[in-house]
């Protein structure tokens, strides 16, 4: 159906040859499924699929999430997320993170595709959390084990303290996310390979430990999982398609373009339809 490039050891693969049959398209996703379950983030060169194509190959996968209560969206298209920025409009994703790991449902995986790119710059780096755990010295997987990280909105205080009224934005803000505790290892549900569940822009606490001792965990992984070694990069062209799991992927957002133009299609697939609930 396709050839698969794998582009590092850790993870990223280029798919080739994929073609766009919307009648073969349940055919497809389970190819492009195993595919992610083996690389976890898998890119398409110029894929160049319209908004209806990129809409039917993400609700192949699963369940879409609802309209994007910040971001624009695609005229015609609530559920495809706009994202532009520019000098007038700099992006807040320069920073590793795993998507809403604070809310209930962590999202299973986006679908990103590239409509206008900058010359250069712009790029986007993914790490993988197997590569990290794997990584790990013995006897820290073993300290790990048992250790469970509190999850909040992080980074994005930063959106709501922006206002006239930041003391109540940001109480209100956390009423509505919330916080979600989760392991510090943990498996993957269908690989059950046990990966590092560690996230540096939205975890704000280790449980148990004090706030000394939890800032000083915290600052160990962030530099132990900000390897070259753990990463892909990719340098888009217009038309590229990326998929990845945020399950077992953080990812990097370079925002080194500005004040040039970059607009990105994303669709989120919130829950995996081919794992139970």
């Known amino acids: ?6 582009l590092t050891p850790a993870l990223g693969a280029v798919l080739q040859g994929v073609k766009w049959d919307e009648s073969g398209i349940e055919t497809l996703s389970d190819a492009v499924y195993q595919s992610l379950m083996d690389n976890s983030v898998i890119f398409i060169r110029h894929a160049d699929i319209q908004p209806e194509q990129h809409l039917a190959f993400a609700q192949a ?16 298209f609530d559920r495809i997320v706009k994202l532009e920025n520019d000098s007038g409009a700099p992006p807040d994703t320069n920073s590793w993170h795993t998507d809403l790991t604070f809310k209930r449902q962590q999202p299973f995986a986006s679908i990103l ?15 993988s959390l197997y590569a990290a755990y794997d990584r790990l010295p ?50 993957h549900p269908v690989t059950q390979r046990p990966f590092l569940n560690f996230n540096e822009a939205f975890v704000t606490h280790i449980k148990g430990l004090t706030t000394n001792e939890a800032n000083s965990l915290k600052t160990w992984l ?7 070694e753990l990463q892909v990069r990719w340098r888009w062209q217009a038309g590229d398609l990326a998929m990845w799991d945020n399950r077992v992927t953080m990812h990097y957002a370079v925002a080194d373009y500005l004040p040039a133009y970059r ?7 919130v829950h995996d339809r081919r794992v139970p609930n």
Request: net charge negative.
């Open 61 to 76: 996968f699963g369940q879409l999430d609802e309209p994007h209560p910040l971001y624009p969206h695609v005229e015609g």
């Open 113 to 127: 595709v590239a409509r206008t790119v900058p010359s250069v710059g712009g790029d986007t780096l993914w790490s």
């Open 138 to 187: 013995e006897g820290m997987k073993t300290d790990l084990r048992g250790l469970e990280a509190i999850h909040d909105m992080g980074d994005f205080r930063n959106t709501f303290a922006d206002n006239s009224d930041p003391d109540q934005s940001l109480n209100d803000a956390v009423s509505r996310f919330g916080h979600r505790v989760r392991p510090l290892i943990d498996h």
């Open 1 to 6: 159906m396709f050839k698969e490039q794998r």
């Open 263 to 269: 607009c990105m299609n994303r669709v989120t697939v």
């Open 222 to 228: 962030a530099n132990h999982m900000n390897r070259p």
